[in-house]
C-alpha cells in the first residue's frame, strides 16, 4: 500500500459510512458549489510541522507520537525520507497544497552555511516531488523562535547579531520560495513581543521588525519573488504579549510602516480566540479592511488559554468562516486553508494523521455546503439589507452621502419624541437568527 | 460644615495618622516633584455620573448608595442642586476638574429641544461655580447609550434617525464644551460594536461611527472650540464587541478613516485589562505612537469578566502608569486622571466618595513618587540602554539607519557557529527587575 | 387572540417552515422518544423574571422591552394582570411548568407583613389559573439580592438582622411551594459569597448559610412540604466569589455541613462556563455524585466574562446535556428544564418572547433526538466500554475489587519494559469521536 | 568558590545595597518575628525538577538554560553530579528544605527494576549529602505524567497496566520518603483528569485515583511512613479538566472517597489563578476546612491562560497568605514553601537560579514582616470582629447556638420596615481596606 498503510481517501457521501474515519462524508474534490470546485473554494494544505515533525509532545510529557519513519536515526536520512512519506500522504489525502518552515525541513548545522546547504538537498527532493505529484507550496516561511538564539526574538531581539541572522535566513527562505513557486510568504510573529514591558523598547522593536519585512520585500522584488507576503496575527504565546496581536493590531502596524501595500494577513481560528475575539470576527475584519490574505484552519477551546491547534470539527466556526470567504469570492489572492493542526496527544497512532485531516476537510466542506446554501437563499444579504435599509433614502442617504451637518441632523431630530424616535427602531430577532442557521447546518447536509 | 458633612481633605503625610482615611498620605498638591507641582502632574477629575449620580446598582440589585441629596424628588431640582453640592466636593477634595456626560448634569424631556433646555440650566448653575471655584472642565462627553433609541447603537445604529439624533446630540454638547472651555471632549463608544456579526454590516458601522467624527471636527472648527478630541477604547461591554476594542485597535481605525489628526486617546485600566493586555501596555502602546491624550484612573480585577471601575489602589499599576507619563513628559497635551471610578456596592455611604477618592488620588501619586525616584536614577533608561547597546554601532547601526540588505546581513551571519550566536545573548534577570520595583515603591514611599 | 397577539405554537416538523419562528421544527410533546414523550423528557419550564418582569436592562442602559402588559401603572394592578399573561403564555407556548422568584410575581410593602399580603394575593391568583390550565409549579425560590438590605449578603450577611429577614422570608416562600404543590425549592446564592476576603469570615458565613438550609429543611418537614431542595451553583457575579462555585465546591459544601441527604443541585450552563467548564462537564459530575436535581437551559459565550443568560441554540452543549439526562433515566427526580433566558436587548419585541422560547424548546428537542440516537445506538457506550475493557480482568480487575497491593503491583510491572508499557495503551482516535457527534447531530436531525 | 561561582547569600538589610540581586533585603533567617524564626515560619525548599532539570524549554522553543553541569553528558554521572550541585546551592542559599520527584533525580531504565538501581545510588548520595549538610526533605513526589505511557493518566489511565506500574511507581517513592524522612508526600494530578468527556467514565477515573491514594496510606502504615500525605489541586493543563480542580473539588474528592484523614492540600499561586481564584482565597479555604498542608511558592500572570511558575515578586499575594499562615500558626503541621517556580526563560544564566530564589525568599519575607504587623496591630480581627459584632448576643446570637428557628426569626421580622432593616446594614469602606494594605506594606518595611 505505500508507505503509510492506508489506501487513497475517497468520498463516500453522507450515507455512505463515513464512520469508519477513512473516507469523505461531505469534502468531494471536483464537486461545483457557487461556480467553483469544492477544492478550489478550499485550496487545503497540510503543515509539515504539525503533521511530519511533531512528536505530541506538551509542557508536562514526552512526544506520544507513533510514525512510520521512526526507524531513521541519521538527522539528514530522516529528514530526506520524510519528503516521500509526506508526497505520499498529500497525495493519498488529497490535498494539493503544504507549507513548511525551513528548519522543519532539515536539520540546523552548526553555521547557517552548512544549514543551508542541509536545506538545499532537501529541497531538490521537494521540488523532484513536486513536480511529480503536481502538490504545489501553499507558502513556506521561516522558524525564528525555536533555537536557543531567538530567546529574546529575532527581528525584534535587543541583540543585532540575532536580527542579522534573521535577515541572511528569512534570505535564503525567499529564494527557495521562489526556486519551488510558493503562492504566498508567512511571517507569524514567533518571539516577536516581549515577555516585560520595562526592559522593552516597544517601540524600536517594532520598527525593526517592519525593518525586516521592507528588507524581505525589497530582496523579493530583486529576485522576483511575486507570492503574497502574510503576517499571522497571535496575541500571546510564547510571549506575554505579540506585537501581531490582532487582526487589527496588524493594520494598525502595517499603516505606521508603510507596509499596507505589501503585506495581508494569514488568519488562525485558535489565535482569534486566544485574542477574546470569534473566528468570525478576524475573517470579517481582514476582509471587510481588503486584508484577506489565508487562512490557518484549526480550533481551541474557549475555556483553555493556550493554543490548542485542534483539527477543526465545530461546524458553527466552519460555517461563519466559509460565509466570508464565499463574500469575499475566495480566501484571498493566492490564499488556502492550512491545516496548522495536530492530533490530540492521546490520539498518537499514524492513521489519527489521516482521520484527522479527514475530519478537518470534512467540517471545512460541509462549512462550504451550507454557507453556499445561505448565499443562495441571500439569507443574510437580506437580513442586512432590511436592517440598514433606512440609509438607502432620506437622512440616512445624506449621512452616507456627505451632504448632512451636525446642523441639519439637528433640525431633523430637535422634535421628535421618545416614542418617535423608539419607534425608528426595530427588534432584530437574534434568537430566531441563530435558530436559522441551526436550521441551515441540518438542512444543507441532510441533502449531503 | 457645609452641604457634605465633611472638613476639607488636607495633606498629613505618611506618619500623619492617615489611616481613618480622611487625609492624604502622599497627595501633596503643591509640592514639587520631577519639576512640576503634584497637581500638575496628575491633573485629577471627578466623574459626575459615578460621584453624583450612580446609585451602586448592579445586574442583580437596586442602587444602595445614600447621598445627602437624596431628599430632592423633582429631576430639576436635584439636578440643580447636584451642581452644588458637585463643587463643595471639588473643592473640599481638592481636585482642580471634573468630566461629564450630557445625560449626567440634566433630566431628558419628551424631545431634544426640551432635553437641551434643561441642559441649559444647569450648565448656567455650572458656569458660575466654574468662576467662583476655579475648577475646571476637563472634559465632557454625550451618552448615547442608556436611552432605549441607542439599544443598537448611536453613530453605528442600523436605524438612520439614530445616527441623526445622536449627530444633534453631540452638536450641543460640543456647544457646551465650547462654552465652559472644556479641555478635551470624549468619545466612549457605548454601544458601537456589535451583539453579533451575522446581522452586522461591520464596516459600514465603522464608517459612520467615522463619520459622526469628522462632522464632530467639523463642528468644533466652526464654533472655535479647540479641545482635544478623545477615543476612549474598550474591548466588550455591554456589547459582544466593541469596535474601539483596544488601543491598538483604536489606531487602527483612525488611520483608516483619516481622523488620526484629529483624535487622541483616553485610556483606562480596567478596559485595558477586559482586552487582555496590561494598563502599561495601553499607555506605552499609546505614547509611543503620540496617541496619548488622557486617562481614566480606575481598575478592575483581571479575575472578573466584567467592568468593575474601582478605585485605583494597585501600587504597581499607578507605578507603572506615571512611569509613562513622566516619560512622555504629561499625560498628554490637556490629559488630565480622572476617576472613572465608583465605590463598591458595599461602600454606600456618603463619605466613601471622599474616601475613595483619596485612595485613588494618594495611590497615583505614591506611583509618581515612586516613578520619579526611577526616573531621577535612570533605572530603566540604563537598563534598557544596556540591552540594545548593539545597535548603537556595526551591523546593529546598519540595521536601523537603513544600510544593510539581507545580503550584507547573510554575509555578516553566515559562518557565525551556534555558540557564538548565544554568545550574542544576554540574560535580562527578569526576576530581579521585578525586585527592583519592590524596591523602588518601598523605598521612595518610606522616604514620603 | 386572547392577551398576547399570536396564535398557539404547533409542531411543524423540519420541512414544515419552522423559519418564520412561530412552529416547532422538532418539539413534538407527545412523540414517544426512548419510551418517554418528549414533554417528559424534557419538561420545559418559563422562568417568570426573565419572561415576565425582565425589562431588558444592561449595566449602560434602561430597559427596552416592549410588553402587552405596560399599560398597567398600579404595581398590585400589573402584578394580578401578568398572571393572566402568564398563564396564557405557558398554555400557547405549550409548557407545563413555571419557576418564580417571591419578589418577581407581587410588589414590596413597607413591611414583610405587608410584603407577604401583596404576595397572598398574587398566589390566589396563580393558584386558579394553576387548576384551570394545568400548568405546574417546577420549582420556586426567595429574592435574597435585589433589595439594598442584601448589600452584604442574605444568609451570610455580617448583620444577624438580615439573616433573620432572609429566614422569614423562605419561611413564607416555602408555605407558597406547600401550597401550589412545587416539585422542587431553590436557593441560588444570590450574593452569598464576598466582595473581599480581608474583612470576611468565610467559613462562619458558610456556616451560616448552611444554618438557614437547616432551618427550612426542618420548616419544610413541619408544614409537609416533600418537593427536592436544590442549590444553584455559580462562581462570580454579582459578588467576586460565590460560595456555590460550582457542582465540586456545592458537594463540598453539603458534606461539609451534614446536607447532602436533603440537598441536590440545579445547574446552569452559563454558570458553568464562567467557571471554567463546560456544561457537560457539571451535568456529568452532578449525576455521577448522585446530586443531579435540575438544570437551567441558557447559554453563554465562552469569550464573554459574565451573565448572559442567553436562549439555548448551541446544538453540541444540548446534545451533551441531554445524553447526560437519558443516561440518568431523567433529568433528576423531580427536575425540569426552566429557561433561566432572557431575549437579547436588541430583541425587544413581545413576541420574542415566544420566538425565544421556541428556539430553547427546539434545540433541547433537537438534542434529545440525537442523544437518543447516540445511546440506542450503544456508541458511547460502547466507545467507553472498549477503552476500560483492561479493568475487567486479570490485573485491572484486581485494582477494582480491592484485592490488589502495591506490592502486587509492583511484581507485576517490575520487569515490564518500556515497549511492553506503551503497547498497553491505545489511541483514542479523539478527532474522529468529535466528528462522529456531528454526523449523530445531522444524521438524526435529517430524519426528523 | 565551589561548584557555583557565587559567595553564599547573606542577609544586607534594606539600605544594604540589595539591589545587585545577590543578598538577602528581607530575609534574616534567625531574626524573630511574631515568635519564632523567619526561617521556621518560611520553611524554604528548592524544587530539584525547576532549579536543577529544567532547561528553561517553552512549547514553541528549545532550552536556553546555561548549567555549570552541563559538561555532564552521562545520564548518570550527570544525575550523581548534579547532587553535590544542589546540595551547594541550598547550603549557599541558605535554604533547609528540598523536595523532587522520582524521574528528577535519577535516568529511567527500561525497566521498573531498572530505574529504581538507578534510583538508588542516587539516593545514597542523597543521604549522604542531607547528613553532611542538615539539609531535610521537605517532600518527594512520583513522576506519573512524562513518560509517553501515561499519556491518557497514570491512576485514572483507561489502561489497568499503567495503574499498576503507578503502584509500583508509588510503592518505590514511599520507601525512599520513609528512608530519607521526608516531611509530606505529594500527590500532583498531572494528568489525572480527561481530555474530553465523551470517552471519558470521570467517577470511576475517579475512584481509581482515590484506590491509589488508599493503597499508597497503607502501605505509607506497613513501612511506617508518617510524613503527611497531600494533594496539589490544579484545574487544567496539560488536561483540558484535572479532577483536583481546587481545593473544594479536592475537598469533596477527599470527602466522598474516605480519605479526609489521611490528606490535606498543597496549594499552589498560579494554579489558584487558573482555576479562577486568588491564591489568598484557595489558602484561606484549606486553613478554615482544616486542610492546608503545604505551600508552592510561585506565581503567574492573570492575564496569561497557562502556568506560568514565575518566581514570587507580588508583595500582595505574599502579604495575603503570610496573614493566613500566622492566622493558622504555621504554613501547616509539616509544611514549607517550596519554590515551584522557574527563572523566566530570558533569565538563564546560572546565576539567575540563586537571583530569583532571592526575589522569592524576599519577597515572602516581606509579606512575613507586613502581615505580623497586621496582626501585633490585630487590624483585620478587629475589623472582622466589628462587622460581624452582630452575632454576639440578641437574634444574632439565636442564630448561631441553634435556638432560631423561621418562625422566631418571622416574628422578629415581620413588622420592621424597609428603612430599619437598611439600618441594620453598614458601609464596609472598602476602598479604605485596600489603601490600610498598601499603607502596611510600605510602613512594615520602611522599619525593615
Known sequence: MGLWDIDKIEYVGRKGGAKEGLGFRYYDADKVVAGKKMKDWLRFAVAYWHTFDQRLVDPFGDGTAERPYDKYTNPMDLALAKVDYAFEFYTKLGVEYFCFHDRDIAPEGDTLRETNANLDKVVDK????????????????????????????AATSPFADI???????????????KRLGAENYVFWGGREGYENLWN?????????????????????????????????????????????????????????????????????????NLAGHSYQHEVRFARENGILGSLDANQGDKLIGWDMDEFPSDLYDCVAVMWEVLANGSIGPHGGLNFDAKPR????AADDLFRAHIVGMDSY????????KMHEDHYIEDLQAD??????????????????????????????????????????????????????????????
Open 126 to 153: 521537494i521540488e523532484e516531488n513536486m513536480k511529480s505529484t503536481g502538490v504545489k507550496l501553499l507558502w513556506n516561511t521561516q522558524n525564528l523562535f525555536t533555537n536557543p538564539r531567538f530567546v529574546s526574538g
Open 387 to 448: 436592517r440598514y435599509s433606512s440609509y438607502e433614502s432620506g437622512i440616512g442617504k445624506s449621512i452616507e452621502d456627505g451632504s448632512a451637518t451636525l446642523a441639519s441632523l439637528e433640525e431633523y431630530s430637535l422634535d421628535k419624541t421618545q416614542a418617535e424616535l423608539r419607534a425608528a427602531t426595530k427588534s432584530d430577532h437574534l434568537e430566531q437568527v441563530k435558530a436559522t442557521i441551526n436550521n441551515y447546518i441540518v438542512d444543507a447536509l441532510a441533502e449531503a
Open 163 to 177: 536580527f542579522a541572522y534573521s535577515g541572511a535566513q528569512v534570505k535564503k527562505s525567499l529564494e527557495i520560495a
Open 365 to 372: 466542506a460541509a462549512g462550504l455546503l451550507v454557507a453556499a
Open 345 to 348: 496527544r492521546t490520539s498518537f
Open 200 to 272: 522593552t523598547e516597544m517601540h524600536r522593536e517594532q520598527a525593526h521588525m517592519a525593518k525586516l519585512f521592507h528588507l524581505a520585500a525589497d530582496y523579493a522584488k530583486e529576485i522576483g519573488f511575486e507570492g503574497q507576503f502574510l503576517i499571522e496575527p497571535k496575541p500571546k504565546e510564547p510571549t506575554s504579549h505579540q506585537y501581531d496581536f490582532d487582526a487589527a493590531a496588524a493594520l494598525a502596524f502595517l499603516k505606521t510602516f508603510d507596509l499596507e501595500d505589501v503585506f495581508k494577513l494569514n488568519l488562525e481560528g485558535n489565535h482569534a
